[in-house]
């Protein structure tokens, strides 16, 4: 159950742009690692499961590092430039804490197997909608935060910025559909823990190479605008 949560919410936690900050992921799996290299639990199933099971607490915390560091860079940068714009981008890594810790709540609080339609709404119910609500909130603020700031592709009007270094337009209103779907994947890990509380690695090996290909996408286009930013002033 613990591997389930861990699994899930990963694909809804941060939009972590810069490169030096360390993937929750990374920092999970370093965890285990530890865990199982430091005992004999590769060995032992009942070890390994051990180890599973310990990072019951230990997860979520790991999981909110990445986001509270950019948190306090982007307060930092408020206190040192005046720019209210860093004080919405650390808003946007406060959305991640709420899908952390509520991820970790279902996964502890739900048994596996448990029917999500016998799930009453004061028991464990509200769990799952505050759940989605948030993951609702933290993939929409990272999408619109994409498209308008770290792309810069369009304005207040929706009109895509005038200085552009690919000629086609089309580009960059598919990179926008691509990123919006990208952003929702975790729907689909939502979908299958929910109906069946089955984990599927094939599933999540499929929407892990999707969230790296998204970030290899979200690489060009955002050099793209410090391109054009560098060489036409005020394009932005």
Known sequence: MILQYQRFHSSASTSIECGAVIQP???????????????????????????????????????????????????????DTGNGRHLFNAAKYCTTFPVVFLAALFSVWVPRGTSVMSLGFLDTGWVVACLVLSSLVNAMYTFVWDIYFDWGMVDTSFSLRPHRLYRRKCYYYFTMVLNFLLRFTWTVKLMVVLLWRKDSDLLYTTLAVAEIFRRFVWNFFRVELEQVSHSIPDSK
Not at 26 to 31: I, M, W, Y
């Open 25 to 79: 992921p990374a920092l999970l799996d370093l965890h285990y690692i530890t865990c199982i290299s430091g005992s004999s639990a590769a060995a032992d199933p009942t070890l390994l499961e051990a180890c599973m099971s310990s990072g019951s607490g230990v997860w979520p915390i790991l999981s909110c590092l990445p986001a509270l560091w950019r948190f306090l860079q982007c307060r930092r940068s408020f206190y």
